[in-house]
Each structure stands twice: as C-alpha cells, then as structure tokens.
C-alpha cells in the first residue's frame, strides 16, 4: 500500500480495511477527525482524499498507559552491574543531576516518536518530581504535550518515584507540578518510608487537585507483600471509582489463586484499572533464585474475566529498570500471550488491552471503530486479525483524527 502524497491531508475514507476479531472488510467513512459511517466494502477504486488499505488488519489507535520518557536511553550514565528493583532505583537517583531539560526532550521525543510511529495515540507518561532533579521533568513533559498534541494525546502523572513522604519538598514539588497542569498524581508506595501512609497521602492529594490516581503498587515475588486491600477499601470509600489505576500488581500472580481471586473481585467491584508492564515485571522479578524463575506478572486474564479493565504497557526504555526498548504496545501484549499461558483464542482481548480496554483502565472512554468515534487508526502489515497480537506485525500506517500523520515499514 502506498503512502498518500500529501501526508497530514485529511482523509476522507478508509476503504477496504479489516476490522474486528472476525475480520469485517469495510470502508471507513471520515469527516473532522471523526468515523461517520462503516459499511461493508464496496471494492471500488479509491477517489481522491481515500486511503485503500487493501485487506489489512485495521485497529484503533493504540495505547501505551504506562511509560516512563524521562528516563529512557540512560544505559550509558549506568553501572552496568545493577541487579534488581532497588539497585535500579538507586543508580537512576544517583544521575538524575544529569536530566536537563534539552537531555529528557531529546529522549523523550526518541520514545514518543518511535511509539507514534508505531500507532499509539494515547499515552500516560510519568513525570518525576523529586527534590534532586526539581521540575525538570514536568516541565518537558508539558512541552511535549504541546508539541506533539496533534499525533498523540499525552497525559502526564506527576511521580514521585522515590517516595512522597521522604523528604517534605516532594509533596511540595508534586503540588507545584499539578499547579503548572499535570493531569494525574503518581505515587509510589513500595518505595516509600511507609506504603500505607502514602497511600492516604495520594488519595488526599489527588482529592484535592480533583484529579485520577496512578499508584505503582505491589512489585514484589512475596505474596504478603502487598498493599491492594488498602487501595481497593479507599477506592470505594473516597468515591473515586474509575479514577484509580495501579501498575504491576505482581504480588497478586504471586498469591494463592483463592486469595488473588478475593482480592480481584474487590478490584473489580471499585472500579480499578490495572496496569501490567510485562517487559519490565519480567526482568525484574524472579530475583534471587538459581532455577524456574518466577515470570512476574499479575493475573492478566483472571483480572480481565471479573471486569477488571486491564492495560499492557511498555514502561521503561534502556534503563536499569528494562536495559531492552521495545516501544511498541502490540509487543506487550504478544509477550503477555506468552507469560500466561494464554489459549490462542484470547487474542482479541489482549488485544483490546492495548486498545480500547487500555483507555478503560486509564478512567477514559474505550473509543472505537464506530460511527461518532475519534478517527485514531492503526494499519497493521496483515490481513489475518488474529496477528495483530499473535505476530505483532509490522504498522503501515497511522491516522490521527482523520488525518495521516506517520508511515512506517518496519517494526518500532
Ligand atoms: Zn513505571
């Protein structure tokens, strides 16, 4: 399929595209940046303004709800000898002096570029505020959301990734970065001096700047370690349903199935998105033992079965947290086919954690193929539906709110 002449026109259709689990072929129709109809395929050629997407496998824009830009492509500044979760902390925090404003731009935009490219739209990213790096990032962050508002929605949690309670000034920081227009408070209590406290402290500050909350929650291989009732009881009793998401959650693929199963349905019942970062949980995890390494990630389908909306992000990118940069949602979500022992034919809804059930889990609208939906679109290198998660194909093209903003030929 060749790419339009005019790239960045508005398109007028989409004809011939295969869409669905079932693999409908349809023609798109467009107008302002949103689908007015679908019909079934007529086969006439293309007229002017048309893209013929000639039998591939078209999706919705894809969604990365979980990633860190501003510490990408660090493994240079590194000890190249970092073992575990609180060794990658530790050496990250000792070069943040290094992260200045032209620095977290230019690798930032190297992750934002490579994910567009791949046809993500939708992107929650974690700005950190701490005192040893300031508003560094917070304020590249909120460029960048200008920047690049045209090819992706960019939506930025303020993170205090060392803890919100350490030191004073971070509590302070985390106010000032959602004064200057943050979109989300991000916490962190594993790393915290007290998980429970912080916890409150998220809840109360996300309350009071009337925002959602995005909580790393429960990284850990030992399932007494977790603080997933306290989320859920507060979730539900502060009213903050489908304003909570928490990333991880690796202590609950950790538990006995009849206490993760307990725990999902309250989950469930207050209306919590989860996040699993399948890249990161599975280098991480697992630590500490010399055979049948544990794989790390929470209950994906189990969570995905009781109604729990789930998202498959990529997380980090060449860091000490993940050394490899895969930038690519549909990669997630072939590896989670992989890391739970998935039947093939559950495809369709790790592919819609990249998608529409990703958007869920971050407190939005699923969006859609569908007549009044936003035209954010995605043409896979396919014609079998069952490979966009199964091959994780190459993208051809993307479409951002009817408008052709990105062509590719090979993978992210
Ligand atoms: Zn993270």
Same mark, same amino acid.
């Given at each position: 399929m060749p790419a339009p002449s005019d790239p960045g026109r508005p398109?007028?259709?989409?004809?011939?595209? +295969?869409?669905?689990? $079932?693999?409908? #072929? @349809?023609? !798109?129709?467009? =107008? *302002? /940046?949103v689908i007015t109809a679908i019909r079934d395929a007529g086969g006439e050629a293309p007229e002017d303004g048309q893209l013929d997407a000639g039998g591939l496998v078209v999706l919705p824009g894809l969604v990365d709800a979980h990633v860190h830009l501003d510490? %990408?492509? !660090? +493994? &240079? =500044?590194?000890?190249?000898? !970092?073992d575990g979760l609180p060794a990658a902390i530790q050496a990250t925090s000792a070069i943040k002096d290094t992260f200045t404003a032209d620095d977290v731009t230019a690798r930032s935009e190297r992750v934002l570029g490579a994910l567009v490219r791949r046809g993500v739209t939708t992107v929650r990213a974690h700005a950190e505020v701490e005192?040893?790096?300031? #508003? @560094?990032s917070v304020e590249t962050h909120l460029a960048l959301r200008e920047r690049w508002a045209d090819v992706v929605d960019l939506e930025i949690v303020a993170f205090a990734q060392e803890g919100i309670l350490r030191d004073r000034r971070t509590g302070?920081?985390? &106010?000032? %970065?959602? =004064?200057? /227009?943050? $979109?989300v408070v991000g916490i962190c209590p594993y790393a915290d001096v007290d998980g429970h406290a912080a916890i409150e402290d998220g809840f109360a500050r996300?309350?009071?700047?009337?925002?959602?909350? &995005?909580?790393?929650? *429960?990284f850990s291989d030992d399932p007494r370690v977790h +603080?997933?009732? &306290?989320?859920?009881?507060?979730?539900?009793?502060l009213g903050f349903q489908g304003r909570v998401a928490l990333g991880h959650m690796t202590s609950l693929g950790a538990m006995a199935p009849a206490d993760a199963q307990r725990r999902i349905e309250a989950l469930a019942a207050a209306e919590v998105g989860v996040l699993a970062l399948p890249a990161t949980d599975l280098y991480l995890s697992g630590r500490g033992v010399d055979r049948a390494w544990p794989r790390g990630l929470t209950r994906v389908l189990e969570l995905i079965d009781a109604g729990v909306p789930v998202a498959l992000a990529t997380n980090n990118h060449g860091n000490g947290f993940t050394p490899t940069t895969t930038p690519d949602p549909l990669r997630m979500a072939w590896l989670t086919m992989l890391m739970t022992h998935a039947p093939a034919g559950r495809w369709p809804d790790l592919a819609d954690a990249v998608t529409?059930?990703?958007?869920?889990?971050?407190? =939005?609208?699923?969006g859609g193929i569908a007549p009044g939906k936003t035209a954010d679109l995605v043409v896979l290198d396919t014609q079998i539906p069952s490979d966009a998660v199964l091959a994780a194909p190459a993208t051809i093209g993307v479409v951002r709110r009817g408008r052709w903003t990105a062509y590719s030929t090979g993978t992210a």
């Open positions: 398109l007028a259709a989409i004809t011939n595209a +295969l869409v669905g689990p $079932d693999g409908r #072929l @349809v023609d !798109i129709a467009l =107008r *302002d /940046g510490k %990408a492509h !660090i +493994l &240079d =500044r590194l000890p190249g000898d !970092i005192p040893g790096a300031g #508003l @560094v302070e920081l985390m &106010d000032e %970065a959602m =004064r200057l /227009g943050c $979109d996300a309350a009071r700047w009337s925002v959602p909350l &995005d909580v790393h929650l *429960d +603080l997933t009732d &306290d989320v859920a009881h507060l979730t539900a009793a529409g059930m990703a958007r869920r889990a971050l407190g =939005r609208p699923p």
